[in-house]
């Protein structure tokens, strides 16, 4: 299989060239040049099969030039070993009838970038065996909370790499800038950015398209690439838990093989859904990819109206991961909304580039409307929602899930859909502590204590344990404490690579 670039104007590589690039050198996002199809009996044959044995299963499909027994010792070391706390690796939990979550942060950082992150470096250092690269790979990452932290996690000395973390000063959790900034391993390095996500995902973009820039790098002896679900090794590994979920509710007898099953996903870089997206259109059973968002609703607008307007109030929630403005994976899914129509992608993006929105056609937005109904909730609603499903079901959501939850219940009430519903939990409640014990027990009830506190507080109240390498944060040294403003992202890369 190929990739070529949404934008059109690269040459068709193989995957291993597509996952050492990272991003397309026209500003594109490389895409398979054909979505593989499924059948029935495929899908099937995943029922008796490990999570570790799916995924080699789904990635043969799309990393064509890896052999099999390479992507068998990738998956291993990304998922075997003890990384993963449930032998599921992401189980599914039956809520209630026809309700079901799916649990993608049972990895070694607690949330689900974890999925593929753990993977992903072990792709890349296939690639650069495959096609001969010796210049040293510097992995440059923008973070709204997640990523970073797993992307550090998965790339600590894997060698032949530098990476470089870019999250928001003011925009993460507590939990999330610890994470971070105690990070070990001698190729890492971490800086707070003076803005939101999307002035850091736009300074780590702008930087990947300076040419001048990446042949100065090039001439020290670097090239870029991305850990970024703009990296397609970084989406490719989320195929394959839409359809891990799904043979795991036709093992349980949830539904019966060829059922339609509609998915729920918490939002903001478009990434997750996405994956789900291109599972549906390899043949996995999908009514329904519901986008969730919190306040900052551009795609749920988007999704409703087909216009796209970043020129809007920006919001810090209590659900930070979704708090961007920019979706950068909406670009892969308007390439295929439009069969390929690179050109007309490309008029878009720049639109939104110089005026900050674009606006597609009535037949574009149909299609998208038959996939992806959408829904947004604040975070007023994300705390009631934690409180009512915890009264409910006992069951604790972290903010995201609860934005997802209760999308999922707004679109049941209003379309009667009783379509089996799988909600995409995309973090533990004990990484957003805070926000889950005051919904819990109220705002006044951690008054002055400090976070590793709350941290013992919520474990008690929910009865589950607090995971270790979240207590472990209580005791690790602050290794990186650089701040710099957005402007200056390119000059604090080459001032850390030692570029005069």
């Known amino acids: 299989m190929y990739f070529t670039s949404t934008r059109g104007q690269v040459e068709k590589l193989t995957a291993a060239q597509a996952i050492a690039r990272g991003i397309a050198p026209d500003g594109g996002l490389f895409v398979p040049a054909a979505i593989p199809s499924v059948d029935e009996q495929f899908i099937a044959g995943l029922s008796s099969l490990s999570y570790q044995e799916r995924a080699t299963t789904i990635l043969q499909l799309f990393l064509t030039d890896y052999m099999k027994d390479e992507l068998k010792s990738c998956v291993a070391g990304a998922y075997g070993n003890g990384k993963f706390s449930d032998p599921a690796v992401a189980p599914v939990v039956k809520i209630d009838k026809g309700v079901f979550v799916l649990e993608l942060w049972h990895g070694p950082t607690s949330a689900f970038k974890d999925m593929a992150l753990q993977l992903l470096p072990r792709l890349l250092t296939c690639a650069l065996k495959k096609i001969g690269e010796q210049t040293e790979i510097v992995i440059l990452v923008a973070t709204s909370g997640d990523?970073?932290?797993?992307?550090?996690?998965?790339?600590?000395?894997?060698?032949?790499?530098?990476?470089?973390?870019?999250y928001p000063e003011e925009g993460v959790s507590r939990i999330q800038r610890l994470q971070m900034v105690t990070q070990e391993g001698k190729n890492l390095k971490v800086f707070a950015v003076q803005g939101n996500f999307d002035d850091a995902q736009t300074g780590v973009k702008r930087i990947f398209n300076d040419s001048t820039f990446n042949s100065e790098l090039a001439a020290n002896g670097f090239k870029l690439s991305s850990a970024n679900s703009i990296n397609w090794g970084r989406l490719v590994p989320q195929i394959v838990y839409y359809f891990s979920a799904y043979a795991d509710l036709v093992n349980s007898q949830q539904i019966a093989q060829g059922d339609n099953v509609n998915f729920?996903?918490?939002?903001?870089?478009?990434?997750?859904?996405?994956?789900?997206?291109?599972?549906?259109?390899?043949?996995?059973?999908?009514?329904?990819?519901?986008?969730?968002?919190?306040?900052?609703?551009?795609?749920?607008?988007?999704?409703?109206?087909?216009?796209?307007?970043?020129?809007?109030?920006?919001?810090?929630?209590?659900?930070?991961?979704?708090?961007?403005?920019?979706?950068?994976?909406?670009?892969?899914?308007?390439?295929?909304?439009?069969?390929?129509?690179?050109?007309?992608?490309?008029?878009?993006?720049?639109?939104?580039?110089?005026?900050?929105?674009?606006?597609?056609?009535?037949?574009?937005?149909?299609?998208?409307?038959?996939?992806?109904?959408?829904?947004?909730?604040?975070?007023?609603?994300?705390?009631?929602?934690?409180?009512?499903?915890?009264?409910?079901?006992?069951y604790a959501l972290d903010p995201h899930t609860a934005v997802a939850w209760q999308v999922a219940d707004a679109y049941r009430g209003q379309t009667g859909d009783t379509t089996p519903t799988i909600i995409v939990s995309t973090a533990s409640p004990f990484k957003f502590n805070e926000t889950v014990l005051s919904a819990l027990a109220g705002a006044g009830s951690f008054a002055e204590q400090s976070g590793f506190a709350v941290l013992q507080q919520l474990s008690q109240l929910i009865n589950k344990p607090v995971p270790p390498a979240l207590a472990a944060l209580e005791h690790k040294a602050i290794r990186h404490t650089m701040v710099c403003q957005k402007q200056d992202m390119p000059t604090v890369v080459k001032t850390t690579l030692q570029i005069k």
């Open 147 to 166: 990523t970073g932290k797993a992307a550090l996690e998965g790339f600590k000395d894997v060698e032949q790499t530098k990476v470089m973390v870019f």
């Open 264 to 394: 729920v996903v918490p939002t903001g870089n478009f990434g997750n859904i996405l994956a789900g997206f291109y599972a549906k259109q390899m043949g996995l059973p999908i009514k329904k990819l519901i986008c969730a968002s919190n306040s900052n609703n551009v795609l749920t607008d988007f999704l409703m109206t087909g216009v796209y307007n970043r020129n809007r109030r920006f919001y810090k929630t209590y659900s930070p991961s979704m708090d961007i403005l920019i979706s950068s994976n909406l670009e892969r899914l308007l390439y295929h909304v439009t069969e390929q129509d690179a050109k007309q992608v490309g008029r878009w993006l720049e639109e939104l580039n110089t005026t900050g929105e674009y606006k597609i056609g009535d037949n574009h937005l149909a299609a998208l409307k038959e996939v992806f109904p959408a829904g947004w909730v604040d975070d007023a609603q994300t705390t009631v929602t934690i409180g009512r499903v915890f009264k409910k079901y006992g």
